[in-house]
């Protein structure tokens, strides 16, 4: 017989095994097997399994009694050699895991073989006692004659001491290699694989140099990048992956996700960590794709296009097209990668001039879930050839697949900057003053932000700046030409404007650079509240509602007034030319149902406003729940249907976004642990 080695994907697609629970077939199974596909034929029939089930005394109970209720799939996780061909070589092992949990029961080589004859025994046994059996209708003829005759009662013994020997001696051979996280179920009843001796192998293969490969427990440098990928800036609740890989290439991204995929180990893709919302976290285990070693860069000056790896950070990438006269328009305050902000559309600051990152992209190339590259669309100026993948995966926070690469628009870097501050006497009036701005259309307008008068104050206390507390709009004006008549002339307007609607102060720089630490202070207004009240343990509520901008005055308003009222500071900064703000709110542990019940009526709120949920931080697993009330029931079943289109196996970033159900219209409760937040004690709250 020739030597086959089956994988757990290749016994699923063969019918053997259905991993997520359904079709039971062993009819293709016997392909490789001692006795070939005639003895499976003539055992069961031409059905396979099905008719095995339906006939045999108990049928699928016993079956579910004797594996659990995933069936087979209990049974079988990860390769399993019927035949081996050849060894696969071995992964290092983690240091100081030597017999830890997790290890397995069989260690060495004549161990296993032993083990291996014993499977090969047990399973060739109980095929002929089957066979013999007649599909376990008569008693087979090696049974002494005064045992019960009950033949239900004979088919469960057989059945059962089959399946826990099969069972034992699997888990014994293919243990979970860290112990953190092995085989079993996931959010929405998903099953998923071990990261196996065999998987870190074929990994060290792909990603051979030194610094790229981290496994939990290796040692003290494996240790701390494990805790570096297990969360966010935000504070939601910590997980750890199993393996951290730092990729360089795309097709280095391409053949560990394959692998991956073919071992169904989830994947999380990772750029800066500088979300908020946990949607890098890896909540399953598994594996994180860390790409900021991706760092490539193109420009194409006639096209006013640059080519760049994911890796590159915001600042980066700008300090490169300098060289060259230009920038990227996209502003976030945090200086996320670029495959970051394209996966969240996090646009940042600049979006009156340069629009949102999701404006910016042309183009992207993905690796898929199976490990496949394809380019979303050529770099034109015009494409009408099907469907816009771009736009698809731009936005998708890593749950279709990975962004290896990314073409985007550039800008000319301005040459003259001005700007102005102006303070109000409410929220209301900034808001409306800021909408007659908008209407105004002023061509060299880049950036209007605000800071309300609890944001004014907390930047002062962190910065160091001298502001009048009261809310404050931020004002900057570009133009590529070497004259600021232009920025003057439309300066003028807004002035005009500003003071009609109410404006209590104007102050005007004629420098750009003279504004450059307020703007500096306002991107720092989020770590601004983390050390606002000086009260050890405080967290951060963070908000990203948009509105259209006709409704911001009513909805900035009556959000802070019912955060005052509570006795909570509420720190607004906002991109209020976009209709987007952040509150950002400090409370101690204690105050979080307080601090969630007025979330709910903030977000609410917005909705009846036709806002959304969030702007530009994405969804991760902080606003499931949110975007369910936003688009509801039947939007988000679209989503599910392009996932599970995409991402059969949901390996890619699980969890995020929306919950996803084994099976369609099966549960979509959420998971504990996404209502928990982590504390600097290392204990967690929960929502």
């Known amino acids: 017989m020739a030597a086959k080695e089956f994988t757990g994907d290749e016994l699923a697609s063969s019918g053997f095994i259905a991993f997520q629970g359904g079709v039971y077939d062993l009819a293709d199974f016997a392909v490789g097997h001692p006795g070939g596909a005639d003895l499976i034929t003539e055992w069961t029939g031409k059905d396979g399994t099905d008719s095995l089930l339906d006939a ?23 390769t399993f050699p019927y035949v081996k061909k050849k060894r696969a070589p071995k992964a290092k092992a983690p240091k100081g895991k030597k017999g830890a949990k997790g290890q397995g029961l069989l260690d060495s080589i004549p161990g296993r073989l032993v083990a291996a004859v014993a ?3 047990v399973g060739i046994g109980g095929l002929i006692s089957a066979k013999d059996a007649a599909v376990f209708q008569t008693r087979p003829s090696w049974l002494p004659h005064d045992w019960p005759t009950s033949e239900h009662f004979v088919n469960m013994i057989l059945g059962a001491v089959v399946t826990l020997l099969f069972s034992w001696v699997y888990r014994a051979m293919f ?70 890989l730092f990729p360089t290439s795309a097709e280095q991204v391409q053949a560990a996700v394959a692998a991956a995929y073919n071992a169904r180990v989830p ?11 946990g949607g890098a976290i890896p909540y399953q285990g598994g594996i994180v ?25 915001k600042s980066e990438l700008n300090d490169l097209l300098a060289k060259s006269g230009f920038l990227f328009g996209p502003d976030p305050a945090s200086n996320p990668s670029v495959g970051g902000m394209a996966s969240t559309r996090g646009s940042g600051l600049s979006t ?27 770099r034109v100026r015009k494409s009408a050839t099907g469907y816009d993948l771009t736009q698809l995966f731009v936005g998708s926070e890593g749950t279709l697949g990975i962004i290896v690469e990314l073409t985007l628009k550039v800008q000319r870097a301005p040459k003259v900057r001005c700007g102005a501050f102006i303070g109000f006497a409410n929220l209301h009036d900034s808001a409306t003053a800021t909408i007659a701005l ?27 700046t001298t502001l009048d507390v009261r809310p404050t709009i931020f004002l900057e004006y570009r133009s590529t030409k070497t004259s600021l008549e232009g920025c003057l002339a439309d300066a003028a307007i807004g002035e005009e404007v500003m003071k009609k609607h109410g404006a209590k102060q104007y102050k005007f720089a004629d420098k750009g650079e003279d504004l450059d630490r307020l703007w500096e202070a306002r991107r720092g207004c989020y770590i601004a509240a983390i050390s606002y009240r000086e009260l050890k343990g405080d967290r951060v509520y963070l908000s990203d509602t948009c509105v259209p901008i006709s409704h911001v005055a009513q909805m900035l308003s009556e959000t802070e007034d019912d955060f005052t009222k509570a006795g909570f500071p509420c720190i607004i900064c906002a991109h209020i030319a976009d209709g987007n703000f952040h509150c950002c709110i400090p409370y101690q542990p204690e105050q979080q149902a307080t601090v969630k019940e007025i979330e709910t009526r903030m977000i609410k709120r917005a909705l009846s406003l036709e806002g959304s949920v969030s702007g530009e931080h994405g969804v991760g697993v902080g606003k499931i729940e949110h975007v ?15 996932k599970r289109a995409i991402d059969p196996r949901n390996i890619m970033n699980p969890g995020k976004i929306f919950i996803l159900p084994r099976e369609p219209g099966g549960c979509c409760d959420m998971p504990e642990i996404y209502r928990q937040t982590e504390t600097t004690d290392g204990g967690t709250y929960t929502h």
Not at 56 to 78: C, D, M, Q, S, Y
Not at 188 to 206: D, F, N, Q
Not at 267 to 277: C, H, N, Q, T
Request: charged content about 20%; overall charge neutral.
């Open 56 to 78: 045999h005394p108990g049928g699928k109970a016993f079956i579910k009694h004797t594996l659990g209720p995933k069936g087979f799939a209990t049974a079988l996780k990860g």
């Open 119 to 121: 499977v090969v025994a």
């Open 175 to 244: 243990p979970s290699t860290t112990g953190s996280s092995v085989a079993g179920s996931g959010v929405g009843g998903w099953s998923y694989g071990a990261v196996t001796p065999a998987l870190l192998a074929e990994i060290s293969r792909i990603l051979p140099d030194e610094g790229q490969v981290f496994i939990a427990g290796d040692g003290e440098d494996a240790d701390r990048e494990i805790r570096k990928h297990s969360g966010d800036m935000g504070f939601h609740k910590k997980a750890a992956p199993e393996v951290v």
């Open 267 to 277: 994947v999380v893709p990772r750029g800066a960590g500088s979300g908020l919302e």
């Open 289 to 313: 794709l860390d790409l900021m070693h991706m760092k490539k860069y193109t420009l194409f000056e006639a096209e006013m296009q640059c080519q760049v790896g994911p890796g590159l950070k």
């Open 352 to 378: 009156v001039m340069y629009g949102t990152t999701a404006e910016n992209v042309v183009s992207l190339q993905v690796v898929t879930p199976e490990g496949k590259l394809i380019r979303t669309r050529r």
């Open 438 to 464: 908008v209407q105004a259309s002023l061509a060299t307008l880049c950036r209007c932000e605000l800071l309300n008068a609890d944001g004014v104050r907390a930047t002062n206390k962190k910065y160091g």
């Open 628 to 642: 369910q009330w936003e688009h509801g029931e039947d939007h988000i079943n679209m989503q599910r249907a392009v």
